[in-house]
């Protein structure tokens, strides 16, 4: 088992990726298919986070902003495209 890793250090080629985070800024995406869920849970800090839609059911009672987690079995991919929420180059799934 590994160590809790810093985020400055994550990259897409960690396997067992553990960190521990603090929920800064967080937002929800609206479901635009009438569905009473939002379609993700965003949030933000040091770097982007995206709650996929099949996980929100899960995540959307339990996460807060202003609260710290230690979580660990994330994606992580880069930071590519128009719209960056941060200069991170990676961003967490």
């Known amino acids: 088992m590994t160590g809790i890793h810093k985020i400055a250090d994550i990259n897409p080629t960690i396997n067992n990726l553990c960190v521990r985070i603090r ?18 849970i965003e949030m933000g800090g040091k770097i982007h986070t ?28 880069l930071n590519k495209g128009y719209f960056k929420t941060t200069h991170h180059e990676n961003v967490v799934n």
Do not use: A, C, D, H
């Open 23 to 40: 929920v800064i800024r967080l937002w929800t995406l609206p479901n635009y298919e009438n569905f009473p869920l939002p379609y993700s």
């Open 50 to 77: 995206s709650v996929k839609r099949i996980f929100v059911s899960r995540f959307v009672n339990l996460l807060e902003g202003g609260i710290s987690y230690q979580t660990r079995y994330l994606g992580v991919r």
